[in-house]
């Protein structure tokens, strides 16, 4: 009778076979639609390479030849690889598949894949991007806690180049002193496999910023941080900074922008006696420089926050938080925000959003999404902190923007969702994307948005409704496949619930930190939620591939 330890090789070398298949499969489908169909407004090139009128008519011997060269490269490099734990980064030209397209069963679908393992003492506020041109190649990135009872922690960063099936933990971001506070991490992908990680840095005195990190091998290897902006003298503290790059085919195609919080005045959530503007740069040269700073919140009728030491004619909308940028397919840019007061008690709280058509030089005045109810405090019994931050995301084929947000309840949190069609100017109505039972005291909060290349939007958020008590916490996911007018019954993506109490650190103000937001991506036939768990007994940070629905026709 065989051995166990003969039987677990066995069936190791069997799913190591089952993923290299799976990869080979989804790379002949991937290299089949790029050349025979590339989708309107997207390149159908190699990564490096601009596509000349001769290689887009290109069809027959270079096709059958370009898939039977891919296939041997990805299942002889990969076997090699594979079976030292390491996968290559596959070089495919467009994660598109045609709507009618069977999705490749991938062998991590459905299972909750850990993707922490080292020695930091706990992990929160994921984020997660997708390459553009190849689905395999996923980049996550964390908090890593150097010091969870005093609230130290840095950035460090995790790659895969399987869908997400298996995980390097690249560890802390390099080029930052042990000393500094390095938070609040988002990450978008470039033109050519480079990978581009926002965030914010202090020295915990004096000197504050924004800085990107960049990597030009997919994620696996860092280079030292560019400022985006610096203040060494105090005055300014930079928060919650997000990235995104254009990925349009216009003049603008390429470029990197940041938005983020840009407080002064004095400590901000506090009653919000603080300025809390809207800053945003802009790069042209692949994060090597950035212009200056402007800001760009704007002013309205209802931004009239009553703080001691505000004028009390000031129009400005300086209470902005969670300033998020996307662009639309005409290079448009739209910065979504929350106008709020963070005790929550005298202002309410509005979801905001500019756009400028001349690449950040103008902006909008900021037109109204909705007035909401923010879930700014704790849910009791339990003791993190939340506050609401809009997800914002946009169609890349049709400009539709997109926006969830958190909103509390008589009885308990839910998660609410609006849409434009005519580039942020008019939104609809919101509509509830949670389908539990209305008043069951349940919380759902800190929603994340992505919007695949076929038009179907996902949004995952946390959710406490299996738990009577409401303190369990399990992650859902939410699609809409006709352009956000309603949504698929919810999806539970965690195979168990989790007590947010267990190993959380605590916060300056003594609240116990779960993080503020989590990471979601997404492609045509996968979802992949990004987010931090205590199954373990400490804060671990976990995904999924979820077989996402395909488009209403």
Wanted: glycine share 8%.
């Amino acid at each position: 009778m065989p051995e166990q330890h003969e039987l677990d090789a066995a069936n190791s070398e069997e799913q190591r076979r089952q993923r290299i298949a799976a990869l080979a499969r989804l790379a002949e489908q991937q290299l089949y639609h790029d050349v025979a169909s590339p989708q309107p407004g997207t390149p159908a090139s190699l990564p490096d390479m601009e596509p000349s009128p001769a290689h887009r008519r290109s069809r027959g011997a270079l096709l059958l030849g370009g898939v039977a060269l891919a296939l041997i490269v990805v299942v002889l490099i990969a076997g090699t690889l594979a079976a030292r734990g390491v996968l290559p980064l596959a070089q495919s030209t467009r994660a598109v598949l045609p709507a009618t397209a069977t999705p490749i069963p991938m062998p991590c679908a459905n299972q909750n894949v850990r993707v922490s393992n080292d020695f930091f003492l706990a992990h929160s506020e994921p984020m997660i991007a997708e390459n553009p041109h190849n689905p395999l190649n996923l980049v996550g990135a964390s908090k890593f806690f150097t010091n969870p009872a005093h609230y130290k922690f840095q950035i460090g960063t995790y790659t895969s180049t399987d869908g997400g099936c298996t995980w390097t933990d690249n560890g802390l971001l390099p080029g930052f002193p042990a000393n500094f506070t390095i938070s609040d991490v988002t990450i978008a992908f470039g033109l050519h496999n480079e990978v581009y990680v926002a965030v914010l840095y202090t020295d915990n005195n004096l000197d504050s910023g924004v800085a990107v990190v960049a990597s030009r091998d997919g994620g696996l290897t860092f280079g030292n941080p560019v400022h985006v902006f610096d203040d060494p003298s105090g005055r300014v503290f930079s928060d919650k900074p997000w990235i995104a790059v254009d990925q349009t085919n216009g003049r603008t195609r390429g470029d990197i922008y940041v938005a983020w919080s840009y407080d002064y005045g004095t400590a901000c959530g506090a009653g919000n006696y603080c300025h809390q503007e809207v800053a945003f740069a802009r790069s042209t040269d692949g994060a090597a420089s950035f212009a200056p700073m402007q800001l760009i919140e704007g002013h309205a009728s209802y931004c009239t926050n009553p703080a001691p030491t505000r004028d009390p004619t000031s129009t400005l909308c300086d209470g902005a938080l969670g300033a998020t940028p996307v662009v639309e397919p005409d290079g448009t840019i739209a910065v979504a925000y929350a106008y709020e007061d963070l005790v929550g008690d005298t202002i309410p709280t509005r979801l905001l959003v500019v756009t400028s058509h001349d690449d950040g030089l103008t902006w909008s005045a900021p037109s109204l999404v909705a007035t909401i109810s923010d879930v700014y405090g704790y849910f009791p019994p339990s003791r993190y902190r939340n506050v609401t931050l809009p997800a914002f995301a946009c169609d890349p084929a049709t400009g539709q923007l997109y926006i969830a947000w958190g909103s509390r309840t008589a009885h308990g949190a839910d998660v609410l969702f609006a849409t434009s069609r005519d580039g942020g100017a008019i939104w609809s109505a919101p509509l509830r994307v949670n389908d539990d039972a209305p008043g069951d005291g349940a919380y759902h909060f800190q929603p994340q948005i992505a919007v695949a290349p076929d038009g179907v939007v996902s949004i995952s958020f946390f959710d406490t409704r299996l738990d009577p008590k409401h303190v369990l916490i399990d992650v859902y996911l939410a699609q809409s496949v006709d352009h956000g007018a309603s949504f698929l019954p919810n999806i539970r993506v965690t195979s168990q619930s989790w007590d947010p109490a267990v190993d959380a650190p605590l916060d300056y103000s003594g609240a116990q930190f779960i993080g503020d937001y989590q990471g979601l991506a997404a492609d045509n036939n996968y979802v992949h939620p990004f987010w931090n768990d205590t199954r373990t007994g400490s804060q671990e940070i976990f995904t999924d591939s979820v077989p996402s629905a395909r488009p209403k026709k």
